[in-house]
């Protein structure tokens, strides 16, 4: 039988934070990655790269690899493998602990429009029919492709296959963290005249929020998915302090 080991789903800075956290603490942990791009910094640790299979095959997995919690850090959307773990974990008996940053919250000055979705996102943005900045993944960009309302300036990670080719606007390749002066710059050169974007939380990416602000643009912001039926922490500190209660 396998050394009990950690499960980390990842995928995001604070998963990072976290499993770097854990190399520390001497357990067996094993990094769980989706493989939609390649992280800059992986964490020093073993790594596995793509989907389980669902939430039958990751319960499968659990069980294969004697894994004793599963700590879910992956981002705030990715409400399909929350979803897969809460039912993997609930089908094992393990204990799972959701990490994930906090939301922004409103502060004078902001002018967020909020919306449920991506589609009703875009939609909103085709009523103004002005230069947007699009900073939502690059698996929303489907949505925009074809949409010819509104020039669409859409903001990824790194170039792909996968991204289909925009009809009115262009794609910019960037990997945070962004400072302000530069997302103001970007803002102005670009003539944005709305922003789109989910409420990640991240320090890291939230100097686009602040730039808006300061420019006076509105923030289409998409609601969060629903957290998962699961204890819930913000913090790296936070999750640790679970994690040893759990290890006794
Ligand atoms: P999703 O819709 O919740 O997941 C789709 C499928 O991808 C899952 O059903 C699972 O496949 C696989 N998957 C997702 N995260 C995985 C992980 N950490 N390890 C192994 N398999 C994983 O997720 P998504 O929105 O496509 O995001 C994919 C990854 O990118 C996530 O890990 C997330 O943390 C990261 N990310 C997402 C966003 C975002 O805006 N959604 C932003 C930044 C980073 P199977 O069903 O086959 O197991």
Redesign the pocket.
């Known amino acids: 039988m396998a050394e009990r080991a950690l499960l980390i789903?990842?995928?995001?800075s604070l998963?990072a934070a976290f499993a770097h956290a854990v190399t520390g603490l001497g357990i067996h942990a094993i990094y769980?990655?989706?493989g939609?791009i390649v992280p800059q910094a992986p964490p020093q640790m073993e790594t596995r790269v793509?989907?389980?299979?669902?939430a039958a095959?990751?319960a499968d997995y659990l069980r294969k690899e004697n894994i004793l919690a599963v700590i879910d850090a992956?981002?705030a959307?990715?409400?399909?493998?929350?979803a897969?773990a809460l039912a993997a974990c609930h089908a094992v008996e393990l204990p799972l602990l959701r990490l994930q940053e906090p939301p922004w919250e409103e502060v004078a000055g902001d002018q967020w429009l909020h919306v449920k979705n991506i589609m009703a996102a875009r939609d909103t943005a085709a009523k103004s029919a002005g230069r947007v900045f699009v900073s939502?993944?690059r698996?929303a960009m489907a949505a925009f492709a074809a949409d010819g309302r509104c020039w669409w300036l859409a903001r990824v990670i790194a170039p792909g296959t996968d991204l289909p080719a925009l009809a009115n606007g262009q794609y910019l390749y960037a990997r945070g963290p962004f400072d302000l002066a530069d997302e103001v710059a970007m803002l102005r050169e670009h003539r944005i005249s709305a922003v789109i974007s989910?409420n990640?939380g991240s320090a890291a990416t939230y100097a686009k929020i602040a730039a808006a602000r300061d420019l006076g643009l509105p923030i289409i912001m998409i609601a969060r998915p629903p957290a998962v039926a699961a204890p819930q922490v913000d913090t790296v500190q936070d999750a640790v302090v679970w994690l040893q209660d759990r290890l006794g």
């Open positions: 789903l990842g995928g995001t998963a769980s990655l989706a939609r793509g989907g389980f299979g669902g095959a990751l992956t981002h959307y990715a409400a399909q493998i929350s897969n939502t993944g698996q989910k990640a």
